[in-house]
Structures are given as structure tokens and as C-alpha cells.
């Protein structure tokens, strides 16, 4: 089982809907939880963080936890055909540095 | 500007050859991360180190060789022993205190093999 895992896609929502990515972690341990964006050939850039259950919003981006059911996801509202790219789920265990991430889920928003 | 930079944008080796690649950052940031992307997967860690002198291995260490003299510098070297290098190479680096989980990326370096 990998540590980190999403579907790959493409998930493909029109203009202006709300897209839904997922990511499942395997270690009960894991304690901070990261969305990044990576456009073509370009490096990720940090979106989100969250280290608590619930949901944490900013801007038309929210990201919601559930460490019992050990799922981590973000929602995009009104979804822009800016936003197609590559989104990486990334998942710190407790007590290690280092930060493992998912193959990413590659996001089509079509005009 | 503050940020992270990597050098050069794409470079190429021949076989048996070792090349080194660039990581600069003027962030004043502790922590730095070495990743290897492959097409369709996802970053895995080449390389990391928490303070200057001192840095750990990855999950995918075997071929690679790294030094930290420098707090703004963590260059990569790829040696000949690392049979499949060709893949996209990206820098990271990490706040101190509690942000230190947040990662910042480099522009990345794109190696081909000849």
C-alpha cells in the first residue's frame, strides 16, 4: 500500500463548478497534511495546509481532514481554467522531517 | 527578491559522466530538500538537511552525493553510478520554527542523458 495515494485523472469539471480531489494516507501517525499546485514543467507551490480535522478555507480553496478515516481533500469553488494542473497531496508522519507526496491528480477545467 | 534558485534550467550528461546541480536560497531557511520527479509520479527525496554540515539520506539516495558547507547552498551531484538519471530535479527549503513543514521550490532542473 503506498503511504500517499490519489487518482491520477484527469478529473475534468466545467467552468465555474466545484472540483473535488482526493487523498488516503496509510500512516495513523501522520500529523500535517499539504496540497501543492504544479503547473506543466513548472515546481509545486504550496496551496494549503492543515493539521486539524475539520476544514480550513482560503479564498475559493478549502481543505477538509479526517484523520479517522485518514482522507485529506480539497475543494475548489467556481473553478477557473486557470486552475488545471497537477495537484500533489503531501503528508508529514510525526516526528520525521521529511514530507512524503502523492503522484498528484491532474485537474482539466474545460471553458 | 528572496526566493529559490536552481541552475541551470536543463542540463545534459553523457555517460560515465558526474554532474552537479544548483541550489541557492537567500531565505535565511534552515532546512533543505533534494526531489526527483519522473513523469507520473510523485516527488521522492533524494537528499535532505536540517542544518549546514550535516544532511540525511532519502528514499532514493544510491547515486547521488550532496554537501551543506553553506546555509544558502545545497548542490546535488549525480554520479555515474546512477544509472536512470534523466528526470525533473527540484530544490526545496524550510522555514525554521514551526513553519519548517512548509516547503518552497526551486524553479527545478530538467536532466537528459546523452
Known amino acids: 500500500q503506498k503511504e500517499v495515494e490519489q487518482n491520477s485523472g484527469p478529473l475534468s469539471v466545467p467552468e465555474g463548478a466545484i472540483a473535488s480531489l482526493n487523498c488516503t494516507y496509510s500512516?495513523?501517525?501522520?500529523?500535517?497534511f499539504f496540497w501543492y499546485r504544479q503547473y506543466s514543467g513548472k515546481s509545486p507551490e504550496l496551496i494549503m495546509s492543515?493539521?486539524?480535522?475539520g476544514d480550513k478555507e482560503d479564498g475559493r480553496f478549502t481543505a477538509q481532514l479526517n484523520k479517522a478515516s485518514q482522507y485529506v481533500s480539497l475543494l475548489i469553488r467556481d473553478s477557473q481554467p486557470s486552475d488545471s494542473a497537477t495537484y500533489l497531496c503531501?503528508?508529514?508522519?510525526?516526528?520525521?522531517?521529511?514530507?512524503?507526496f502523492g503522484t498528484g491528480t491532474k485537474l482539466q477545467v474545460i471553458p | 527578491d528572496g526566493g529559490i534558485t536552481q541552475s541551470p534550467k536543463y542540463l545534459f550528461r553523457k555517460e560515465g559522466q558526474n554532474v552537479t546541480l544548483s541550489c541557492e536560497q537567500n531565505?535565511?531557511?534552515?532546512?533543505m530538500y533534494w526531489y526527483r520527479q519522473d513523469p507520473g509520479q510523485g516527488l521522492r527525496l533524494i537528499y535532505y538537511?536540517?542544518?549546514?554540515?550535516?544532511?540525511q539520506k532519502g528514499d532514493i539516495a544510491e547515486g547521488y552525493s550532496v554537501s551543506r558547507e553553506k546555509k544558502e547552498s545545497f548542490p546535488l551531484t549525480v554520479t555515474s553510478a546512477q544509472k536512470n538519471p534523466t528526470a525533473f530535479y527540484l530544490c526545496?527549503?524550510?522555514?525554521?520554527?514551526?513553519?519548517?513543514?512548509?516547503?518552497?521550490f526551486g524553479p527545478g532542473t530538467r536532466l537528459l542523458v546523452l
Open positions: 526545496a527549503s524550510s522555514p525554521p520554527g514551526q513553519a519548517q513543514e512548509t516547503q518552497y
Open positions: 500512516d495513523r501517525g501522520s500529523q500535517s
Open positions: 492543515i493539521y486539524s480535522n
Open positions: 503531501a503528508v508529514r508522519i510525526g516526528g520525521y522531517q521529511k514530507v512524503t
Open positions: 531565505l535565511n531557511h534552515d532546512a
Open positions: 538537511s536540517q542544518i549546514v554540515n550535516d544532511f
